[in-house]
C-alpha cells in the first residue's frame, strides 16, 4: 500500500492551494482518512479527517479556510486550502485507515508528505 501525496508548493499568504493524496495497492477497505502537518521545530498535527461516510472533522485553525473531501472510487483524499497564512507552512502528510485484504487488520499507513510555505 502506498499513499502519494501532490499539489505543495510555494504560494502567497491570502492564496491557495488543494494537496491531493492517492491511495494504491492492495486495498480492501478505508476508513478514515486524514491530513496532517508538521511545522519546522514542531510536532505533528491534525489539520482535517474524514470518515468514509464524509463525516469532517478540522483543527481550529483550519475551520472556515480548509475543506477536506474523498474519492471513495479513485481512494483519494483532497485539502482545498484557501486564505493560507505564513502559520500554515509546514509539511502535509495525508495518512489512511485501511484493511489490505479482507483479513488484514486495520492499519494507518502514511505518506511521505508535501512541502507547502506560504510567503508573507
Known amino acids: 500500500v502506498q499513499l502519494v501525496e501532490s499539489g505543495g508548493g510555494l504560494v502567497q499568504a491570502g492564496g491557495s492551494l488543494t494537496l491531493s493524496c492517492a491511495a494504491s495497492?492492495?486495498?480492501?477497505?478505508?476508513?478514515?482518512m486524514g491530513w496532517y502537518r508538521q511545522a519546522p521545530g514542531k510536532q505533528r498535527e491534525l489539520v482535517a479527517s474524514?470518515?468514509?461516510?464524509?463525516?469532517?472533522n478540522y483543527a481550529d485553525s483550519a475551520k472556515g479556510r480548509f475543506t477536506i473531501s474523498r474519492d471513495n472510487a479513485k481512494d483519494t483524499v483532497y485539502l482545498q486550502m484557501n486564505s493560507l497564512k505564513s502559520e500554515d507552512t509546514g509539511v502535509y502528510y495525508c495518512?489512511?485507515?485501511?484493511?489490505?485484504?479482507?483479513?488484514?487488520?486495520?492499519?494507518?499507513?502514511w505518506g511521505q508528505g508535501t512541502q507547502v510555505t506560504v510567503s508573507s
Open positions: 495518512n489512511a485507515d485501511l484493511k489490505a485484504t479482507f483479513y488484514s487488520p486495520r492499519r494507518v499507513y
Open positions: 495497492g492492495s486495498i480492501f477497505s478505508i476508513n478514515g
Open positions: 474524514i470518515t468514509s461516510g464524509g463525516s469532517t
